[in-house]
């Protein structure tokens, strides 16, 4: 169990475009999910935590009106990437969270490429 | 705010050796840590985690220890294989933060 999809895997779009990513959490029900970015070769970075039905936090420095996210249900979230520049490429995770104490359970991913 | 270090950020072994990454944190109030396995072009997968009120935990190959009184913990991985190859992550849960912080990752080469 604890299966998280995210859609899609790769995507490829204009400067200044805009472009989203689904995170589906498939087994289970999660009142929490988290966005992150990774650069080449480093770790993860943390940019937004969602719980379902509210208002998600973001990390200092990551651009609310740039990275929307929504967390309609307790298996959906989504992180739209808006008016997307080249700095933007990255490739970006999900995690999924049953409760406040368990496991993040990760996304595999997904590769963004802004020409 | 919770920080974690890790070491190494590079660590080869040979096939059948073991493997031992260390990570220390800096909040007392931490209570959960998770090691996580990157492959490339892929997400963490987990692979073990400890919480606070154990000091050791083992799932065949792969252990985990943890030190509250000097807050660290490690990864101990045995009889190494060729797919054992990766990036490992550690990371550390604050209550208090309600969030992972992460270490910033050791590439493990098991050469065959």
């Known amino acids: 169990g604890a299966v998280v999809s995210q859609h899609p895997s790769r995507v490829i779009c204009k400067s200044g475009t805009s472009v989203k990513i689904e995170c589906r959490s498939l087994?289970?029900?999660?009142?929490?999910m988290f966005w992150y970015r990774q650069f080449p070769k480093q770790s993860l970075m943390l940019m937004a935590t969602?719980?379902?039905?509210?208002?998600?936090?973001?990390e200092q420095g990551v651009e609310k009106d740039k990275f929307l996210i929504n967390h309609a249900s307790l298996t959906l979230s989504t992180l739209t990437v808006t008016s997307a520049h080249p700095e933007d490429s990255s490739f970006y995770i999900c995690?999924?969270?049953?409760?406040?104490?368990?496991?993040?359970?990760f996304g595999p991913g997904t590769r963004l490429t802004v020409l | 705010g919770e920080n974690v270090e890790q070491h190494p950020s590079t660590l080869s072994v040979q096939e059948g050796d073991s493997a031992v990454i260390k990570c220390t944190y800096s909040d007392s109030a931490s209570n959960y840590f998770p090691w996580y396995k990157q492959e490339l072009g892929k997400g963490p997968q987990l692979i073990i985690d400890i919480r606070s009120n154990v000091g050791e935990k083992k799932d065949q190959r792969i252990a985990v220890t943890l030190n509250k009184t000097a807050k660290h913990f490690s990864l101990h991985i045995t009889e190494t294989q060729p797919e054992d190859s990766a990036v490992y992550f550690c990371?550390?849960?604050?209550?208090?933060?309600?969030?992972?912080?992460f270490g910033s990752g050791t590439q493990l080469t098991v050469l065959p």
């Open positions: 087994d289970f029900q999660a009142t929490t």
């Open positions: 969602s719980n379902e039905g509210s208002k998600a936090t973001y």
């Open positions: 990371a550390a849960h604050s209550g208090s933060a309600r969030q992972l912080t």
């Open positions: 995690s999924a969270q049953k409760t406040d104490r368990d496991t993040q359970y």
